[in-house]
């Protein structure tokens, strides 16, 4: 089956799939024998596609995309890697002039199979190479999982369920076994991946003899392995290569799945092979090249690519000599990257170390085991975290390959192209953050098309919380290119030709369709965002239908916050939203006229639905105030704050929440604040429904913590009423309690803490006989403690100091600084 005359038949290389001893053994059989053409296991579509791959602008990972053209969504990938040994394959047809195809069941059959009446196919039938053949040796590390059932996926969205095959065959485990070998992957890198010459002249053609010969075996007692349907596939395989010894003659290569070697070996008639294929399912289906990652061909990152460390076998194969020591120096240089202490004698001492660890192990060479134990103990002193990083970046590796313009695409996705060329917005694998100032032309057009891809669920870029400043003129993104965007700019691409015509098309879309008014304030928001100026006049008229015939108080609560931020950032972006503001302040009006009696007869889950509500709502107004034809509407929102904070029928959380926007905003004083928590916290008060007012007036994120760390009066009530609380009723409140302090930070939950056991403090100087706050706390003023300050204030303010100052004596009043900084602009 190996051999290289006319009476052994063709030459059938079987492979591991992205493994680089297999990727060396091809070469080097390939150099030996140069076959007269080459096949390799892939769809035949994408014979045209081949060429491409002599591109010096081809740099794997790449990967063949394959979509149905009626339903892009479904869709398969075939990766290569440049340790894959149809890549190489390839690579040398192309270099030698020497014609290369593919010899897999068509993609137009495989995606075809995909969906049945029947519901999903197995993986073999569509014809998936990275979910089937790693169960054989064609993918490896993939196998036990895959072999077994395991739903693997495509990267595309599309998950294949179990099928009621029977128990599958690992046949790499099978051969590990009868070695004694207990790891199946071990066996495999020390019998074929860590073979190293022994500077014997010998037949590059025999490790593959060989294991054709381990398969034949395995297949005469296991049959299919448990995957019946790839008797299709090596059907199709067959009539591939007997085409193309019609035209070649037996001088061909063949690299394909040592697992399909003996299929491929047997002796079958046309008609028989054909009779598997009659009545197979049929789509019409389009094939490109794309950019893949070493992070996808890794098998924990949820692709079934069959190896866990494409990083390492990167480096295996690409490291011409001493691959431990160059290892173990790439180690060394990004732990110095990132700060750490690692040395020279370092990286001696953990080659050293890996060589002993494969010595003891009886290995030929210290593998990914010994390498990473001796990292650990050498240069991360132990500790897995440093090593954490040594995988992300290395053992798997952030790489990303790059395909060249000529291959073929859709329209969307060479708009998509030439706008990150000119934008200098470059796709990359590993995750950054994008900080943008909206001010400037170039960031403006790169949030807009940011903002038009999350529309067309092309999640390219997804806003992230910006390390400066917050305001609209500021955004932050965190940028993740996945190779499975490529399907989704497949899929938008029925919605326009360009990113723009696709975006406005699609919010077109969804603005007729939207049931819910949140859904179509929300698609406002994002039109404004992307800067969608065609598709607004419809969004506003199905916003305005939508706000006209929604009576629920709840959903207008919901819509009015992105109608808020899309008049702000629609004044960022010079764009008129005078539509959107009528619109917002009619919304604003009819919550306040609702919100009461909507605030009565909740249970606990509706009460703190309505409590986010209403913190939206109340942060809506604040951004509505003095741009919305509304007069007086933060007063009138102030007054139904007030009638919430009074009602005994409205509950708890609700009025809780009330009190404290109300005290933040400054339209009730400290005493009322005070007189307030008094009563939700009096004996007659039921245990469940005080803790909620706490909850509502000192929980969450709204630094409730810190207002009882300054005014010991609150602190006080609140101590009394918890300290007097039934033990019969404490359990039913204690939920409540913990989620509302557990959301304070440390420091101030200790801060807290330390004032309880200190105990209310004596009246001080500056405090009245009935205020027991120590000195620092309560509602008052020290004019004193403000003084102090004065001095550093004018510091950071770049003032120059005063006389009294400069006298060593203090300036008197505090509140003069902030007078000098007012004057100062």
Request: proline letters at 7%.
């Amino acid at each position: 089956m190996t051999g290289r005359t006319a009476a052994t038949g063709p030459l059938l290389l079987g492979v591991r799939h992205h493994g680089p001893g297999s990727a060396r053994a091809v070469l080097a059989a390939l150099e030996a024998v140069r076959p007269g053409a080459v096949l390799v296991e892939g769809p035949p579509e994408g014979d045209a596609l081949l060429p491409l791959a002599a591109d010096p602008r081809m740099r794997p990972p790449v990967a063949l995309l394959a979509h149905a053209v009626d339903d892009p969504g479904r869709a398969a990938f075939w990766p290569l890697a440049e340790f894959s040994p149809e890549w190489v394959a390839i690579r040398w047809a192309l270099a030698n002039d020497v014609p290369v195809r593919f010899l897999d069941l068509p993609a137009a059959h495989s995606l075809a199979l995909k969906e049945t009446p029947d519901g999903p196919r197995d993986p073999a039938a569509a014809g998936d190479p990275d979910a089937r053949d790693g169960g054989g040796v064609g993918e490896g590390e993939g196998a036990a999982d895959d072999r077994n059932g395991e739903d693997t996926g495509d990267g595309n969205g599309a998950a294949y369920s179990r099928m009621p095959f029977p128990p599958a065959v690992d046949p790499i485990g099978v051969l590990a076994g009868t070695a004694g070998y207990e790891d199946p992957e071990r066996w495999w890198e020390d019998v074929v991946e860590h073979r190293a010459p022994d500077g014997t002249a010998g037949d590059p053609c025999a490790p593959f003899a060989a294991l054709a010969e381990a398969m034949t075996a395995l297949r005469e007692v296991y049959g299919d392995g448990g995957h019946p349907r790839d008797a299709v596939r090596e059907a199709y395989m067959r009539i591939r290569l007997r085409t193309a010894r019609k035209e070649f003659g037996d001088d061909i290569a063949v690299v394909c799945g040592a697992w399909h070697v003996p299929a491929l070996a047997a002796r079958t008639t046309l008609a028989a092979d054909k009779a598997l294929l009659k009545g197979l399912p049929k789509v019409r289906t389009e094939l490109t090249w794309v950019p893949w990652t070493h992070r996808r061909l890794a098998r924990h990152s949820g692709y079934g690519a069959g190896i866990d460390s494409p990083g390492w076998y990167g480096h295996l194969f690409g490291a011409a000599d001493r691959p431990i020591e160059r290892w173990m120096t790439k180690v060394a240089g990004l732990l110095r990257d990132e700060d750490r202490f690692v040395s020279t004698a370092h990286v001696i001492e953990a080659v050293r170390l890996a060589e002993t660890l494969a010595a003891m192990r009886g290995r030929p060479l210290a593998g990914l085991a010994e390498t990473t134990d001796a990292v650990r103990a050498v240069m991360c002193e132990g500790s897995d975290v440093p090593l954490a990083l040594v995988r992300d970046r290395l053992v798997v590796g952030e790489t990303l390959g790059e395909v060249p313009d000529s291959a073929p695409a859709v329209p969307l996705q060479r708009d998509l192209a030439r706008q990150q060329r000119t934008l200098r917005l470059k796709p990359e694998a590993q995750a950054r953050e994008l900080e943008l100032d909206l001010r400037k032309d170039t960031d403006a057009a790169r949030s807009r098309l940011l903002h038009r891809l999350r529309l067309l669920a092309v999640g390219w870029g997804e806003p992230a919380t910006g390390r400066g400043s917050t305001g609209t003129f500021r955004e932050s993104w965190r940028l993740s290119w996945e190779p499975e965007l490529h399907v989704r700019i497949a899929e938008a691409g029925v919605w326009g030709t360009t990113v723009l015509s696709a975006a406005t098309a699609k919010a077109e879309s969804e603005a007729v369709s939207a049931t819910v008014l949140s859904e179509v304030t929300a698609l406002a928001e994002h039109c404004l965002l992307a800067g969608l100026t065609e598709a607004l006049p419809l969004v506003m008229k199905a916003l305005a239908d939508r706000a006209a015939l929604d009576a629920d108080v709840g959903h207008l609560a919901e819509a009015l916050p992105a109608l808020a931020r899309s008049l702000r950032y629609g004044d960022v972006r010079s764009t008129d939203t005078a539509a959107l503001g009528e619109v917002a302040a009619g919304l604003a009006e009819r919550i306040c006229v609702g919100l009461p009696s909507a605030c009565t007869g909740l249970d606990a889950d509706g009460a703190d639905a309505l409590r986010r509500q209403v913190d939206g709502v109340h942060t809506a107004i604040g951004l509505l105030a003095g741009t919305v034809p509304a007069e007086g509407l933060r007063e009138r929102w102030a007054a139904v704050l007030r009638r919430l904070a009074d009602r005994d029928t409205v509950a708890g959380v609700i009025r809780g929440r009330a009190a404290r926007l109300l005290l933040d905003e400054g339209r009730l004083a400290e005493d009322d604040a005070a007189r307030l928590m008094g009563l939700a916290l009096s004996p007659g008060t039921p245990p469940p429904d005080a803790a909620a007012w706490i909850e509502g007036f000192v929980g969450g994120a709204s630094g409730g913590g810190m207002l009882l760390v300054h005014d010991e009066r609150l602190l006080g009530l609140v101590d009394t009423w918890l300290t007097g609380v039934p033990a019969d009723t404490f359990t039913d409140v204690l939920p409540l309690l913990r989620r509302t302090f557990s959301a304070y930070e440390p420091g101030v939950r200790r801060t807290l803490g330390e004032l309880v056991r200190r105990g209310p403090a004596p009246a001080g100087p500056h405090h009245g006989a009935t205020d027991p706050a120590a000195p620092g706390f309560g509602p008052g003023l020290d004019g004193a403690r403000a003084d102090a300050v004065t001095p550093v204030l004018r510091l950071l303010l770049g003032l120059t100091p005063g006389p009294a100052a400069r006298n060593g004596t203090r300036d008197g009043d505090g509140a003069a600084a902030l007078q000098e900084r007012e004057a100062a602009g």
